[in-house]
T-cell receptor
Framework: GAVVSQHPSWVICKSGTSVKIECRSL??????MFWYRQFPKQSLMLMAT?????????EQGVEKDKFLINHASLTLSTLTVTSAHPEDSSFYIC????????????FGPGTRLTVT | TQLLEQSPQFLSIQEGENLTVYCNSS?????LQWYRQEPGEGPVLLVT?????EVKKLKRLTFQFGDARKDSSLHITAAQPGDTGLYLC??????????FGAGTILRVKS
């Protein structure tokens, strides 16, 4: 158990367009989902914490109007990169924490975003 | 801000050698997790340690949580090329947010 999926696995878009990335917990309910950004050969940088049914909590320096997060159900959170620019190109990873029990986070396979 | 210092940042060894990766902090964590990540994929949870002094083994991998729950180590015995990857430690100070170390890139040459 504890499988998290992301869609799409990679996406190429033009500057100025918006891209939506989905994160789903497939076999468990997740009250909390997290969105991370990762640069090559570096660690994960937490962007925001998303709780089902409430507004996301963004980390310092992350623009909430640029990175829109919606956590509509206990199994789905979405990250929308609005008006994307080349500097937004990165590897975006989500994780999900179970509704009960430990706070272990289970990660999705990531989404490679390239903005041209 | 609670920080986790992870070392070494990069390790290149020959197959069969042993290695240890360290994560240290001045802060106490309620739990600490170790992940392994391959290029283009998400991190995969290896182990969670929660009790000070705890030792967990996963085949050739041995994980230890410091008595004061401020540090942890990952020891790999007889490393194999399949162990190559990015190893990440992550501590849970409280609540459900994780603090990640900078990561250790391990390359095992055959």
């Amino acid at each position: 158990g504890a499988v998290v999926s992301q869609h799409p696995s990679w996406v190429i878009c033009k500057s100025g367009t918006s891209v939506k990335i989905e994160c789903r917990s497939l076999d468990f309910q997740a009250t909390t989902m997290f969105w991370y950004r990762q640069f090559p050969k570096q660690s994960l940088m937490l962007m925001a914490t998303s709780n089902e049914g409430s507004k996301a909590t963004y980390e310092q320096g992350v623009e909430k109007d640029k990175f829109l997060i919606n956590h509509a159900s206990l199994t789905l959170s979405t990250l929308t990169v609005t008006s994307a620019h080349p500097e937004d190109s990165s590897f975006y990873i989500c994780s999900a924490s179970r509704a009960s029990g430990s706070h272990e986070q289970y990660f999705g396979p990531g989404t490679r975003l390239t903005v041209t | 801000t609670q920080l986790l210092e992870q070392s070494p940042q990069f390790l290149s060894i020959q197959e069969g050698e042993n290695l240890t990766v360290y994560c240290n902090s001045s802060s106490v964590f309620s739990s600490l997790q170790w992940y392994r990540q391959e290029p283009g994929e998400g991190p995969v949870l290896l182990v969670t340690v929660v009790t000070g002094g705890e030792v967990k083994k996963l085949k050739r991998l041995t994980f230890q949580f410091g008595d004061a729950r401020k540090d942890s180590s990952l020891h790999i015995t007889a490393a194999q090329p399949g162990d190559t990857g990015l190893y990440l430690c992550a501590g849970e100070p409280s609540g459900n947010k994780l603090v990640f170390g900078a990561g250790t890139i391990l390359r095992v040459k055959s």
